[in-house]
């Protein structure tokens, strides 16, 4: 797979860096590959930062993008390079998951929504993509000059499918090619940061996605509290509530008006 490049950002050699501590660095430099690269950022960048920085040393056709301790199945790269190669329309696709413990022990299936219009929709409250699933077409983030957003420490993921869906197409490969591990990360430990960055990037999809939906603040935490899934902030939110349903009932309904069922 000459057109798709993996780059290990962060793992680096030096002690006196921010060196990876796992002996990761050590190994992937001694990979006799030339299609391998070993970046050593000489400080902690952050994830975001280090994120653009890989995307702007990408020469190939196709980025794919995992974590250190998730497992991706031996078909995955494959599946997803000919599904993207037979559908040029399509510039972002992700994978379903196997939720994984700590110990590798599976736990759960996370099926993936696979078509555009159900993305779309799924991404007025929330992710629709799994970010370690990620398969991007990197002709669409050039052209457009997209990258992560670096004021975005969390949620990055979900603000740049936001984006990408503006200027192309999207979509899922509905089997589990990527065992994800369950891990106390930063949705826990930065919880009430990530949810309100996620509400922001929530009310920017609704405005590209359903037009002429009033996504307020106060609207959108609501819903998204409400009808978001594991959004969910307080068991007091319950989706039953009259008023709730019914502007829940005309985001929907905004959607289908600018996204009409074929």
């Known amino acids: 797979m000459a057109d798709i490049r993996r780059l290990d950002t962060g793992a680096a050699r030096d002690p006196t860096t921010a060196a990876a501590t796992d002996g990761s660095g050590e190994l992937i430099g001694a990979i006799p590959d030339r299609r391998i690269r070993l ?3 000489g400080a902690n960048l952050g994830l975001t930062r280090s994120l653009n920085r890989g995307l702007d040393l990408i020469d190939t056709e ?9 497992i991706a199945e ?30 590798g022990a599976f736990v759960a299936d996370a099926p993936a929504i696979p078509d555009d219009r159900s993305i779309r929709r799924k991404a007025l409250l929330g992710n629709p993509f799994a970010h370690p699933t990620m398969m991007l077409r990197t002709s669409v983030l050039r052209d457009h000059a997209l990258r992560y957003d670096e004021s975005c420490p969390t949620a990055q993921d979900y603000d740049l499918w936001v984006r990408l869906l503006a200027v192309s197409r999207g979509a899922n490969l509905p089997e589990p090619l990527l065992r994800y591990r369950l891990r106390a990360g930063i949705s826990q430990t930065r919880k009430a940061e990530q949810l309100a960055t996620h ?11 359903a037009p ?17 899934g594991h959004s969910l902030r307080d068991p007091a939110m319950h989706p039953d509530d009259p ?20």
């Open 212 to 228: 002429g939906f009033p996504a307020t603040p106060e609207i959108v935490r609501q819903l998204r509290g409400r009808f978001g």
């Open 199 to 209: 509400d922001r990037i929530a009310a920017r999809a609704i405005a590209a996605f």
């Open 39 to 41: 970046i050593v950022n």
């Open 62 to 70: 196709f980025v794919a993008r995992m974590d250190a301790d998730d």
């Open 243 to 262: 008023r709730w349903r019914r502007l829940h009932a005309d985001l929907l309904a905004a959607f289908d008006r600018a996204h009409p069922a074929p």
């Open 74 to 103: 031996p078909n995955r790269l494959e599946r997803q390079l000919t599904f993207l190669r037979a559908r040029p329309d399509i510039g972002l696709l992700g994978t379903g998951r196997a939720i994984i413990d700590e110990s």
